[in-house]
């Protein structure tokens, strides 16, 4: 696809392919320059895709999703990725570089591993669950379970810090 046509189709959903490049860039004080070394995409390529002169394929988006820890898809905003909402809530900490370390890192961990990790993850997801009760016409709000919280202060002990 050419150019024109991928920044057009792309800004049709709000930001431009290099649009959201660039952010990510600029989010994790990046220059060109320390890009390139992370993505092994040339300076002047990234340049151009930011400004939108340039197209790139998959195994491009791919190199430079891997180089800033998140999934290519953030890239493609209506399209099951990119959500404004939760990159505005969570976008600086995710941005962190320690925490993208530690995300890379899960990424080379075995299936094994990683199946462990999820199971673990949606453990603690439940019990948060539990732990909070949505605020009756107010979305997105909770408030505390505090029967719950003090069934858990029991538990203390069994869970490891």
């Known amino acids: ?9 792309a800004k049709a959903d ?14 994790q004080n990046y220059s060109l320059r ?9 300076a002047s390529y990234l340049s151009r895709l930011e ?11 791919t ?3 891997d180089a800033f820890g ?3 898809s953030e890239f493609f905003p209506g399209h099951g990725g990119f959500s404004p909402s939760f990159r505005k809530e969570f976008g600086e900490i995710l941005e962190d570089k320690t925490i993208q370390v ?8 075995d299936p094994y591993a990683l199946r462990a990790v999820a199971v673990a993850t949606t453990h603690w997801i439940e019990l948060l669950k539990r732990g909070l009760h949505p605020v009756p ?10 029967e719950f919280v003090e069934e858990m202060e029991k538990f203390k002990g069994f869970i490891s810090p």
């Open 51 to 61: 400004k939108g002169e340039a197209s790139a394929t998959y195994e491009v988006i």
């Open 102 to 109: 530690m995300l890379r890192s899960m990424t080379n961990l």
């Open 63 to 65: 190199k430079i999703a």
């Open 1 to 9: 696809m050419n150019p024109t046509k991928q920044k057009k189709r």
């Open 137 to 146: 016409d107010k979305a997105g709000m909770y408030k505390i379970n505090y």
């Open 70 to 72: 998140i999934d290519p």
């Open 14 to 27: 709000g930001m431009s392919f290099g649009e959201i490049l660039k952010k990510h860039r600029s989010g």
């Open 34 to 42: 320390e890009l390139e070394s992370r993505s092994g995409v040339s």
